[in-house]
């Protein structure tokens, strides 16, 4: 059996629907040809995931997604330039030509291949180079102890020495290389070895390549100096 009231006032009607057992519902006006609103959680810097719109956030709602996108935006550029920084000491202490490491292994791969250090050390591949000794020799990794200092003409000095080992014997290396104010790498004034109870050993000596040579004569048909 199926009972159908009608209920009209002047705001709204109600329905009742009642079944054979005599259970009844109520259907108000206000409800017909409505979805019901689902609620949802305030929207805050620490839940925000961005699957509210825009258009659904009330003000305050608005400030603290854009604190956060703020945030989120700080700690990328911050990472970023951490990035650069870190990528731009590397180049210039590792990588770049006037680099300290780079003059190093440029002056040890000189020292490897000068016949006269060789006969003093030991053959090439068997010639270790590196910074301050240490009694340590796993501890060999030392940075190489370096100076730099400009003159009065804008010129650039640096002076760099580091300790060789091989089979015959060890000594140290000093480097002097000079740059210019109008060139971007350096060269050489002179790179030495110095071995106890030997001469030093100048594997490159400019003032002596620079040094002009006495004139001669002809005599006999022989150029004497």
Known sequence: MLLLKLSNTALAYRIRLCSPSYVCTYVTQSSLGRAPVASRKQVTVANDDGRVNWKDLTTRE??????????????VLTGLVMTGGVAYLLYTDVFAADSRTSIFNRAADEVRASPRAQEALGPANQIQA?????WNRWARSRPV?????KDGNGREH???????DGPRGSGVVNVYMIRNSTSS???YKYLTL??????????????????????GFRLFGAQWR
Do not use: C, W
Not at 62 to 75: D, E, I, W, Y
């Open 130 to 134: 590196f910074g301050e000794s240490t």
């Open 185 to 187: 790498e350096y060269e």
């Open 194 to 215: 110095d071995i106890k109870g030997q001469a030093t050993i100048y594997l490159r000596n400019t003032d002596a390549e620079k040094k002009p040579k006495a004139p």
């Open 62 to 75: 608005k400030a603290a997604r854009t604190t956060q996108k703020t945030f989120h935006l700080g700690v």
């Open 145 to 149: 102890a370096s100076t730099t200092r």
């Open 158 to 164: 640096l002076l760099m020495h580091f300790n060789v």
